[in-house]
């Protein structure tokens, strides 16, 4: 692969990375929208919105063998099949003020958005093995600036008073204008490292000889613990704000965009890092800032302490997912065990948080933050495993 394929190759990630954020928080920033033109109580709005964690969960679930069947191309394909399916059965549910409709379309959107990030994980870190250079943080990075992208746009359409139907028009729109042309140029170097490594047995046979691998355990701790540190405040940081700081909606909003800015601006810095000091050293100081972000905004009593803490917590938590992955890539047998930690990370992010909500009715949502904060002080003492396996070969052979 020459260097004009590896730069087309790499764009082709960062832009199918870009476009799952960017339709999730396109449709995110509709919800007011969407609760109103259903009618819907707080309670049916939680039931509905679950529908994105179903189908989510249930892809995550799927794609590792889906991948090992049917390559990342096409499992690709089907992602954003799914995606924007998705997006028209929401336009056309809104339009029918039918809630049931609304839940499928999340289901979709959950699904497709699933099977792309799955994939792009798996590809991305077959990408960086290729290259040389650490690129899964940046890549991680494009979906955090696609969420970014996707809420603006929605904030400026609302605002403009600009229908659901011409805005979810041109979400589309450009999801067809970058998969287009990003497909073209996917490299798909997972499948030929799959080619060309010697496995037996089925995917799930693969799975149960990875799992045996000591390291592989220890790097699913990690990126359990850093998936669930990132899923926390995405689904209770405002209302942690508000409730554990008394902080007001407009505050606590602003505080929350301080954490996906630190995760965004962690991201794209992440992999100019790493090259430079090594992997290991830079997810040691990735749980290190998201444990003293968390520990200050749960036992600080300082609201504006607690506020600008936050950026700790954002910066830190950016890394962790990223860096696991590429770390739990080395090796035989990659795209499984890439796979397997990217499925962990995925169900962390999607079931952990939730289950906080019953500590939190009992205890307050900063007592709530505790197991978290005790789950990413074990990630920095297990981020030696992000060491690279083959380096720790040559060692032990010496």
């Known amino acids: 692969m020459n260097l004009q394929q590896q730069l087309r190759g790499k764009w082709a990630i960062y832009g199918l990375m870009f476009l799952p954020g960017f339709t999730w928080a396109s449709w995110v920033s509709r919800t007011p929208f969407m609760r109103d033109i259903l009618h819907a109580s707080t309670e049916m709005m939680g039931l509905i919105l679950f529908g994105f964690s179903c189908g989510s969960m249930l892809c995550v679930l799927l794609a590792g063998k889906l991948i090992a069947q049917c390559g990342t191309s096409r499992v690709m394909r089907y992602g954003f099949v799914l995606l924007l399916s998705g997006v028209a059965v929401m336009l056309a549910a809104l339009l029918l003020h039918n809630a049931y409709g609304v839940f499928a379309s999340l289901v979709l959107l959950g699904g497709g958005t ?29 979906f955090s600036f696609g969420t970014l992208i996707g809420a603006l746009s929605g904030l400026a359409m609302t605002a403009a008073d600009i229908s659901i139907s011409w805005h979810f028009a041109a979400v589309v729109l450009v999801n067809l204008l970058i998969v287009s042309t990003a497909l073209r140029h996917l490299p798909a170097t997972s499948d030929s490292e799959r080619h060309e490594q010697d496995h037996s047995g089925g995917f799930l046979a693969q799975v149960g000889r990875e799992l045996r691998d000591r390291q592989l355990l220890i790097l699913g701790v990690v990126i359990l613990a850093m998936a669930l540190a990132e899923g926390s405040a995405n689904d209770w940081l405002p209302l942690l704000m508000i409730d554990g700081h008394n902080l007001n909606h407009t505050q606590s909003t602003l505080v929350y965009a301080g954490f996906t800015a630190g995760m965004t601006v962690g991201r794209f810095l992440g992999g100019y890092v790493v090259d430079r000091v090594g992997r290991v050293l830079v997810l040691r100081a990735s749980a290190f ?107 032990q052979s010496v």
């Open 114 to 142: 699933a099977l792309i990030d799955v994939v792009i994980n798996v590809e991305g870190a077959a990408f960086e093995r290729l290259i040389g250079k650490s690129i899964m943080t940046t890549i991680h990075g494009f």
């Open 289 to 395: 800032s998201a444990a003293l972000g968390l520990a200050m905004v749960i036992f600080s009593n300082n609201q504006w302490l607690a506020a600008a803490a936050v950026l700790f917590w954002g910066i830190g938590a950016s890394l962790g997912f990223p860096l696991t992955v590429s770390a739990a890539g080395d090796g035989q047998n990659s795209a499984v065990r890439v796979t397997i930690a990217a499925t962990l990370g995925y169900l962390a992010f999607l079931v952990g948080p939730p289950g906080l909500g019953f500590i939190g009715e009992h205890a307050g949502l900063r007592m709530a933050m505790l197991p978290v904060l005790v789950m990413v002080l074990l990630a920095l003492v297990c981020a030696g495993a992000a060491g690279s396996r083959e380096l720790k070969k040559t060692k």
